[in-house]
């Protein structure tokens, strides 16, 4: 009788264990093991001509839509296709700013926030860059102010592609120009220009770079979109766009400022032999370039646009071009490595920080 009695609390206590009646018997399982976090190029599609500006905790995304400017807000950069659009500019139904508004670009200047953008009326030889202004905190607010066309001197020469150069507490206004746009000439150079404010050029524009090498002159010649980038020691390096945006060698090039030199100085200014970024499978044409902080400012990112297609007959200027961003390093002479494009698809551990 004992022995059956036995048995039974024997088989009464193993149904309890495998129950988990036992508070004994509770152990949590350990952790599954996980990696960093990542994500995929391309971040948007159909959005050319990508621009970073970065303050506070956001990030503000740009693009070329044609006839209006939007910023997207974000925390994370790699969220971009789900953050909310605001348009902040809507291009008149006429005038000289009324059409192909291109590559926006919003700096942080003096207390105010800053468009830069490219329109026409329509008519190529009459592309120009005009400029916003916005004295909120927030340049999602819709709260723009509009400065009108920035003219230079002492030419009114067809410009696009503008953005800034901070140098020395004094601002230079940086962009692709054409003086040959009336008689048809397409080659394309940079240009730089003293401000006396962020919305008014004075003294003298000076031509800083032409279309010199082979790799600069596919399609035609061309250097546009001139992006300003620093390294930790402040060094100055100019970063551009090559060839014709249609063909797939669309490519950067770069110039380096020398030490404590005059930016009004062409000679200031040392072009480097051969491109710093260039195609690859799935990213054809890729240029038109910005640059930004990982969230906990510990690396620098590159953004920009390219194609995942060859288009071998000159068509890549259209809104097939992709936006995508990849970290890039610093050489030991401290110039910028920026490898070459990531692959589509392919896993990318996300901005430090995020």
């Known amino acids: 009788m004992k022995g059956l009695l036995y048995i039974g609390l024997l088989l009464f206590l193993l149904a309890c264990e495998d129950y988990g009646a036992g508070p004994h018997l509770a152990v949590p399982k350990p952790p599954e093991a996980t990696g960093p976090a990542t994500f995929k190029n391309p971040l948007l599609n159909s959005a050319p001509d990508p621009w970073v500006a970065q303050r506070g905790d956001f990030y503000y995304f740009l693009q070329t839509h044609g006839n209006r400017i939007e910023i997207r807000k974000t925390a994370k950069v790699t969220e971009l296709a789900t953050a909310t659009s605001t348009e902040v500019f809507r291009a008149p139904g006429a005038g000289r700013n009324s059409r192909d508004v291109w590559a926006p ?53 067809w410009a696009i592609d503008g953005s800034i150069l901070e140098y020395k507490n004094e601002l230079y206004f940086i962009f692709s120009g054409r003086p040959g746009a009336a008689s048809g000439n397409l080659t394309q150079n940079i240009y730089i220009s003293k401000m006396s404010n962020p919305y008014t050029l004075t003294g003298e524009t000076v031509m800083i770079s032409t279309p010199e090498h082979d790799w600069e002159k596919r399609g035609f010649g061309v250097n546009e979109g001139p992006e300003i980038l620093k390294n930790a020691a402040g060094d100055v390096f100019l970063i551009y766009s090559a060839s014709y ?37 799935t990213a054809y044409g890729a240029g038109h370039n910005g640059f930004f902080k990982s969230k906990d400012g510990k690396e620098d990112w590159i953004i920009y646009h390219a194609n995942a297609e060859s288009h071998p007959n000159n068509s890549g200027c259209g809104n097939s071009r992709s936006t995508r961003i990849q970290k890039f390093t610093w050489n030991d002479d401290g110039t910028p490595n920026f490898g070459q494009p990531v692959a589509l698809g392919a896993p990318i551990d996300v901005p430090s920080g995020e």
């Not at 860059?129 to 066309?149: C, H, I, K, S």
């Not at 110039?255 to 195609?279: C, G, M």
Request: proline letters at 4%.
């Open 105 to 157: 670009e919003m700096f942080y200047l003096q207390g105010k926030w800053y468009i830069y953008y490219t329109a026409s009326d329509g008519q190529d030889v009459n592309h120009r860059m005009f400029v916003l202004e916005n004295a909120n905190d927030d340049p999602t607010t819709n709260n723009w102010v509009d400065r009108g066309q920035l003219t230079t001197k002492p030419e009114n020469l």
């Open 245 to 281: 945006c249609g063909t797939d060698d669309y490519a950067l090039g770069m110039l380096s400022l020398a030490k404590d030199a005059d930016p009004l100085v062409r000679a200031s200014w040392i072009k480097n032999d051969n491109t710093v970024f260039s195609k690859v499978p």
